[in-house]
Every structure is written in structure tokens, then in C-alpha cells.
């Protein structure tokens, strides 16, 4: 079955950076969509990041210019760099897997149990 493991998540202050993992199995890497999604109290689910099985990648407007997802195959694992982070980035963030993240509109199959991360 699907697994994914998040990494990496801590508290930092406004301008710093983070990088969270997500260690994938239980399906075959590159085959589908890959990405990040957060959540913040009391906010809706936002995509953060994703990207395809041709490794062509979207962003959220609110993190483009500052997170970059990449990921290594060979490992089957998925990362997001956060650079000049800020207050408002402060969420649960979640890998997931079987994804689609088209004009702002995030969904996905599968999901971590995610990483938190707090920027003050």
C-alpha cells in the first residue's frame, strides 16, 4: 500500500529556511503526481507544490520565487526547499501522491501524516 513519510518540519524565524522529505513506497515512483499540501487551523487545504510524471512542476502563487520541489528517484523520495519563509507559511504540511494541482485547485488520493512547521 501507499506510504508516505514526511521529514524535516521545526519552528524557524521569518527569512529562514527548511527543507521537508517524504519518503514514498508502496507504489511506482514517476507514475503519477507527486506533491506538497498544507493546512493551517481553521484554513482550507492549500497546494503548496507538485510535480508530474514528466517532472514538470507547479507552485502556489504564494510560494513561487521561494520553494522549490525536487525529488530523487533512485531513493523514491520527495523534497521541498523553503527559502525567506514567513509567518503565513506557519501549517501542517503533507506529501502526497496521485495528485493534480491545476489553477490553484489541489487533490489528492494519498497523504502523510505531516510535518509541522512554524515560522515567527
Known amino acids: 500500500h501507499v506510504q508516505l513519510v514526511e521529514s524535516g518540519g521545526g519552528s524557524v524565524q521569518a527569512g529562514g529556511s527548511l527543507t521537508l522529505s517524504c519518503a514514498a513506497s508502496g507504489f511506482t515512483y514517476r507514475s503519477f503526481c507527486v506533491g506538497w499540501f498544507r493546512q493551517a487551523p481553521g484554513k482550507e487545504r492549500e497546494g503548496v507544490a507538485a510535480?508530474?510524471?514528466?517532472?514538470?512542476?507547479t507552485y502556489a502563487d504564494s510560494v513561487k520565487g521561494r520553494f522549490t520541489i525536487s525529488q530523487d528517484n533512485a531513493t523514491k523520495t520527495l523534497y521541498l526547499q523553503m527559502n525567506s519563509l514567513k509567518p503565513e507559511d506557519t501549517a501542517m504540511y503533507y506529501c502526497?501522491?496521485?495528485?493534480?494541482?491545476?489553477?490553484?485547485?489541489?487533490?489528492?488520493?494519498?497523504g502523510g501524516q505531516g510535518t509541522q512547521v512554524t515560522v515567527s
Open positions: 502526497a501522491a496521485d495528485c493534480v494541482f491545476d489553477e490553484g485547485i489541489w487533490y489528492s488520493t494519498y
Open positions: 510535480i508530474d510524471g514528466h517532472s514538470s512542476t
